[in-house]
């Protein structure tokens, strides 16, 4: 040891910092790259030598007919008027960290391309719409593909012959999509900026531009996203709003007789008697779905028959107003590339129209979004967030329960924005679980948002590029995701959603689709009353929403529940797939069911109350096995079909749906995982690559080139053979292969830790009012201006890092954000606390060490302390 110290003293040296060392150190640079390794090899350039995106079933492919996938960035609003030095350094730094697609957005509003001195909003500002010009040339240098949006935050002017423009706010939602001056005003900017303009770089129009890859045709907008206007539009746009409607039920109907039946439930109809279709006077529905909050005199417009046709009402205008715009997209301007419209991905309806019309379903995921006071404004301090570990979280905010829900089957699917929002402090952990479920789930694009350029190193809600907690993680998640490092799932389960489902207007949100941390997920929607399965499918799982489907091509797992009270069903109790099986369930108020291990074991459940049971000795006697028996074995609660393969139920708790799924696909040969781990809340993949214990808040990754533990890593102590741990609490600690090559065998790889970070002068903290609650509010009273910091602290015993038998770093300091680079013997070593006590190997290492740095040297004496205002440590063996 003492020799090694010495060695170290009398080998380092100062050198200058080469222009292109990597600066980590967000408060170093503007623009701090998110690794010591540059990626930019893995970005082929310059972009666009494949040809046009394409569209090949549920994935993208090149003209060639390779497949397409992009890890990408979302650059908005004045960031991209940023200069043309900073503009390449940003472009050049995405490229390095591994991302080959960058998103431009926010450019039609204020400080956009829309010229704002004018009296209407169709004309460009030249100078910004040059800028967006050489973001687009420039991406096509670097290798990065561009996704734009056509309407994002837009604001529509009297000059543009638009009415009480005043009234409708920015991109008009959601006006729209219904009304035809606005649909007009939409189609002329979109042939302005895609085939009139030429870039003043290339010369090419954007829509002749192979580097221009997706086109969006409108940010969050539309009918279900501002369904809290549908009643107190503006005018004249709430009585067109409502002429419309009225003239749909017309289409639907008839006559008023007709349509009173249809809205009539338990003798009583939700038509009022004010109410007439000849004269137009039928009320817009509230469209809710929690009715109970309402005032009074507004519950009845929320019954659920009214709110069935407002869904399909909406539904159809949202169809028609896509139609409409992809044929002028690509009949009259030409545009070839994929189209989406991103709305509520969380609304089924709204999802299922732009599945039926457009190329691509977009989707958001943000893990703690900021929230406001009731009455308070928004984007206004205070604000709030809940604090929890994202890996802890089964909720329906999870990443497994948002994306589940808005994925379609045979669609292309983009998370075309995602974050794990700071405050939250376990941010780090989350953005390694979204690049592993991208990489699980094979999701087609991962759009992280955003990168700002604010003028001082300071974290915001979303701004990812001083972050050590998520930019200092994004190059090694690009990775994971892009390369295949983690495998996609094996097995694929489809949720089929007939009409009724579709319509029934109640919350989507279910826990079973947590079963995407073991299988693929994604969502079907059917007409009529049988479903398919497409090629593929390993299950079949119904949500139980309606009594309707009859399901085929695939096992299955069935069940119900009473919807007798939903007058979209007529008063159906029993499931239509009971008739498939040629069984009738009878009524029951019994408990005291015995299970043999499907959906729970022994007398696990037995206290549960069924209301509905099958005969057990029908069930043997057509070669059935009865689930869930009572004691005199006469009843039974479910029913296993070998030959079918099918697990069906007389009904489900919400909370047992995800067993008995995981249960169906063991029963039928697909996975062969202790299915019992997901009533604790842990959960496999079906590669066995990944763990994720929501008990706990722990996140593992163990695959030949990758190794990850992130979250709580209290106890944490990694993997035999692999990476190990001692003396680490909280963060995700990342280990890659670099090589191609089994990483304990690697000889080019990177380790690297991130857990948090604050600014320096953030005021932020729990809510006094919810001291007495573990999981309650916490309250941000200032964002502060920074510079960033770790909260690092000296610890007594050190953090200990190794890959086999290998000790590759001691580091006497918590909260840190570190990094190491080992190529070929050569060491890399960064860290961001400065004075942090630091060993490089084992006791026995030998070599030479250098101090990378952008002013004088370190001297260090009897104990290594990273230098001040060090870029790296270098050590050669």
């Avoid at 604090?387 to 994306?403: F, V």
């Avoid at 909370?655 to 063991?666: F, Q, S």
Wanted: net charge neutral; charged share 20%; with cysteine.
């Amino acid at each position: 040891m003492r020799r090694f110290l010495l060695f170290c003293a009398l080998c380092l040296l100062a050198l200058k910092a080469r222009a292109d060392f990597p600066v980590l150190d967000p408060n170093a640079t503007a623009f701090p790259r998110a690794s010591l390794n540059d990626f930019s090899n893995m970005v082929p350039a310059p972009a666009g030598t494949k040809g046009f995106l394409q569209t090949n079933g549920a994935h993208f492919q090149w003209s060639d007919g390779t497949r397409a996938r992009f890890w990408g960035i979302n650059v908005a609003n004045t960031s991209l008027q940023e200069s043309d030095e900073n503009i390449v350094a940003m472009l050049r730094n995405f490229r390095a960290a591994g991302f080959n697609l960058v998103r431009l957005h926010h450019f039609d509003e204020r400080g956009g391309i829309i010229d704002q001195t004018q009296a209407d909003s169709k004309h460009f500002d030249q100078a910004r719409l040059k800028k967006l010009d050489f973001w687009i040339a420039k991406a096509r240098e670097n290798g990065l593909y561009v996704y734009l949006d056509l309407l994002d935050y837009r604001l529509f002017k009297e000059g543009d012959g638009v009415r009480n423009a005043d009234a409708i706010g920015r991109s008009a939602k959601p006006y729209a999509v219904f009304d035809d001056r606005l649909i007009s005003l939409q189609k002329d900017y979109a042939r302005a900026l895609m085939r009139t303009h030429k870039n003043a770089y290339t010369g090419l129009s954007y829509a002749d531009d192979p580097t221009i890859v997706m086109l969006e045709i409108y940010d969050e907008n539309g009918l279900f996203m501002r369904r809290g206007l549908w009643r107190s539009m503006p005018e004249p746009y709430g009585a067109e709003f409502k002429a419309q409607w009225n003239d749909w039920l017309k289409k639907q109907y008839g006559s008023n007789d007709k349509l009173r039946a249809a809205w009539t439930q338990n003798g009583q109809s939700s038509l009022g008697p004010n109410e007439s279709l000849e004269n137009g006077s039928v009320e817009i529905p509230a469209m809710t779905w929690t009715p109970n909050q309402l005032k009074p005199e507004d519950r009845p417009f929320a019954a659920s028959a009214r709110k069935f046709d407002g869904a399909r009402f909406a539904f159809d205008v949202h169809r028609s107003y896509f139609a409409q715009m992809k044929s002028f997209l690509r009949d009259e301007l030409k545009i070839q590339v994929p189209l989406c419209a991103t709305g509520r991905y969380d609304d089924l309806p709204d999802l299922s129209s732009q599945a039926k019309e457009l190329d691509f379903i977009g989707c958001n995921f943000y893990y703690d979004h900021p929230y406001w006071g009731t009455g308070l404004p928004s984007w206004k301090l205070p604000s709030y967030y809940h604090g929890k570990n994202p890996i802890s979280d089964l909720g329906e905010q999870s990443m497994a329960a948002t994306l589940g829900l808005a994925r379609v089957s045979g669609k292309p699917f983009v998370v075309r924005e995602w974050n794990y929002c700071w405050p939250n402090t376990n941010r780090a952990a989350g953005t390694i679980e979204a690049a592993t479920f991208g990489a699980m789930q094979d999701i087609d694009a991962m759009i992280l948002f955003v990168y700002e350029t604010n003028p001082s190193a300071r974290l915001g809600y979303f701004n990812v590029r001083s972050d050590p907690a998520r930019w200092g993680l994004a190059a090694l998640g690009g990775q994971i995701f892009m390369q295949g490092l983690v495998a996609p799932l094996r097995n694929s389960v489809v949720v089929p959603y007939s009409t009724v489902d579709l319509f029934t207007y109640e919350k989507p949100y279910n826990p079973l689709y947590n079963l995407g941390w073991t299988v693929r997920m994604q969502n079907a929607f059917f007409d009529g009353d049988r479903f398919n399965a497409p090629d593929g499918t390993d299950l079949i799982l119904p949500t139980g929403r309606s009594a309707t489907g009859v399901y085929a091509g695939a096992p299955s797992l069935l069940y119900g529940r009473d919807l007798r009270g939903d007058g979209a069903n007529n008063g159906v109790w029993a499931p239509a797939f009971w008739r498939d099986f040629d069984l009738t369930p009878r009524a029951t108020n019994g408990t005291n069911f015995v299970y043999n291990g499907t959906l729970y074991s022994g007398s696990e459940g037995s206290a549960l109350t069924r209301s509905m049971v099958l005969d057990s000795q029908v069930l043997r006697q057509q070669g059935l096995v009865p689930i869930g028996e009572n004691t005199d074995q006469t009843s039974a609660h479910g029913v296993w079909d070998a030959k079918k393969r099918r697990l069906a139920f007389t009904e489900l708790g919400r909370d047992e749906v995800l067993g008995a799924a995981l249960d169906t696909l063991k029963l039928s040969g697909k996975i062969a995982l202790d299915t019992r781990e997901s009533r604790n809340g842990i959960f496999r993949s079906d590669t066995r690559e990944v763990r994720r214990d929501a008990k706990t808040g722990r996140f593992e990754v163990l695959t030949p080139r990758v190794q990850v533990l992130a979250g709580n890593l209290n106890g944490a102590r990694g993997f035999a053979n692999g990476l190990q741990l001692d003396n680490v609490t909280q963060g995700a600690i990342v280990a890659l292969s670099l090589d191609g090559k089994p990483l304990e065998m690697s000889q080019h790889f990177v380790v690297k830790m991130a857990s948090d970070a604050h600014n320096s002068d953030e005021v932020a903290g729990r809510d006094p009012r919810f001291l007495r609650q573990p999981t309650g509010q916490f309250r941000l009273d200032s964002i502060g201006q920074g510079p960033v910091a770790t909260g690092a602290k000296a610890a007594t015993l050190p953090l200990e890092v190794r890959l086999g038998d290998s000790r590759l770093l001691q580091l006497w300091q918590t909260g840190s954000a570190w990094e190491l680079l080992v190529e070929n013997g050569k060491t890399t070593f960064w860290c961001d606390s400065p004075g942090a006590k630091f060993r490089l190997g084992d006791e026995n290492s030998s070599g030479s060490w250098r101090l990378i740095s952008a002013g004088k040297g370190v001297q260090i004496s009897n104990s290594p302390l990273y230098p001040k205002g060090a870029l790296a440590i270098q050590a050669t063996n």
